[in-house]
């Protein structure tokens, strides 16, 4: 499998110097030089495939044999030890529920996969691995328990301060071993930027091998594909086209989804749908992108002024037109987010959290512009219990909380507070991490 930069002014590089970079040398993000079309066979075995047989058959398909089979096998099953239920909310309307995984997110696909990779990557290198991550709340959680007590491994998580759920902080900053979680005094654009930086700092370079487990990952890609196919696979009307709706904000999931049309699933639409930080969106309707400084909003993770993916996208769509072809872009306010989480409990019975309540908007704003029958499927992100503070208010029951959130809770938060500077970050590596 050879990648190359989104800015084109770096070599090609193998998947395995894709994924222990992270960025491209110029700052760009790896893309695949190919991306195949699946076999016709594949879909018709589709449905009564294992999440897991999914995941193989994309991702071999894409690395051709830079993997042996047996290996690749044990790393999918390995990382991929939840499913992805679609859940029926009416005629030809679901919710893609992706919060199966350890710590009740989507990022745990992404994560675990990756988390897995590295691991075989480098169980020959002496050097210690330094993953760096910067979240806005479920990312760095999912990474953080995904590398967890992994040999020669330390994880930074970085987070802006004030700006993810009380819940969420308390997963990101109690886990422990060998992760630290670092509060920015910023915001998650800060966070991104310092993460960015780190790559590439040459001294830092000679210290670490340095890695990202964020969506700039092209690995945190490979595997968030598989639950597109997964969802298409579960739907009753077979004959009815195919819509999702993606709660976006760095858009890394939606590209996910891009990659896998590519490889032949047959979608309609891809909505994407933002909160209030609505620069895609308005690129789609006016060609201007025009990153801004992000606004915080109820959908925290979503809160990016300048989403890294927008590169990956242009690559798949070199023209404004060719993209519009695939994506309709919606974005929605707080109070639109709210009155969503209070319609899908009154006429469905469906509890569900702030970002999937911007997924089911979109679907909602498609449907009303393109009423003809579909399958409209909204990604459902997180557990509702992650945002309880915004939920519970909402609703007329009492939101159940999952052992593993309340244990999280139960725990003291350990975090270290840091300016968003760039010498303090490098600084704390440096003098401080080295020494574990």
Avoid at 314 to 335: C, K
Avoid at 421 to 430: A, I, Q
Wanted: glycine letters at 6%; aromatic letters at 8%; proline letters at 6%.
């Amino acid at each position: 499998m050879r990648l190359y930069s989104s800015n084109r002014q770096s070599p090609e590089v193998s998947l395995r110097e894709a994924v222990l970079q992270g960025l491209a040398g110029d700052s760009g993000l790896f893309m695949p030089k190919s991306i195949p079309l699946l076999a016709p066979d594949f879909f018709r075995r589709l449905p009564q495939m294992s999440v897991q047989e999914i995941a193989f058959g994309i991702i071999k398909a894409l690395m051709h044999d830079e993997i042996p089979e047996h290996d690749l096998h044990h790393i999918i099953e390995t990382a991929l030890t939840f499913d992805a239920p679609i859940v029926e909310l009416d005629a030809d309307l679901y919710a893609l529920e992706l919060f199966s995984g350890p710590t009740l997110a989507f990022k745990d696909f992404g994560a675990r996969f990756l988390a897995q990779l590295l691991q075989y990557f480098l169980q020959d290198e002496s050097r210690k691995l330094l993953v760096l991550v910067a979240t806005s709340g479920d990312t760095g959680s999912a990474v953080g328990h995904a590398f967890l007590n992994m040999p020669k491994t330390h994880v930074v998580l970085l987070y802006p301060s004030g700006k993810v759920s009380h819940i969420q902080e308390q997963q990101l900053t109690t886990i422990g071993g060998n992760v630290t979680a670092l509060e920015v005094l910023g915001t998650f654009d800060d966070c991104q930027r310092l993460v960015k930086q780190a790559f590439l700092d040459a001294e830092l370079n000679t210290h670490w091998i340095l890695s990202s487990a964020n969506s700039i990952n092209i690995a945190r890609l490979l595997p968030q594909m598989v639950y597109y196919f997964r969802a298409a696979a579960q739907v009753k009307r077979t004959d009815l086209p195919i819509v999702f709706s993606v709660p976006s904000g760095n858009f890394g999931n939606l590209t996910a989804g891009l990659i896998a049309k590519r490889m032949g699933l047959v979608v309609e639409k891809f909505v994407a749908a933002t909160n209030a930080n609505d620069i895609v969106p308005k690129y789609l309707c006016t060609g201007c992108f025009e990153p801004k400084p992000s606004q915080r909003t109820l959908s925290n993770a979503m809160d990016v002024g300048n989403p890294s993916n927008f590169a990956r996208m242009q690559e798949l769509y070199p023209t404004l037109s060719a993209m519009q072809q695939d994506i309709v872009g919606v974005s929605f306010s707080d109070a639109d987010t709210t009155a969503a989480i209070q319609e899908l409990y009154q006429k469905y019975a469906y509890t569900t959290e702030p970002h999937g309540a911007i997924g089911y908007l979109g679907l909602r704003a498609y449907f009303q512009i393109h009423p003809r029958r579909t399958n409209g499927i909204f990604l459902a992100t997180a557990h509702p219990a992650k945002f309880a503070d915004v939920v519970q208010p909402l609703l007329p029951v009492p939101l159940q909380m999952p052992e593993r959130l309340r244990e999280a809770l139960n725990k003291p938060k350990v975090a270290i507070l840091m300016p968003n500077k760039f010498e303090s970050l490098k600084s704390f590596l440096l003098d401080e991490l080295t020494q574990k």
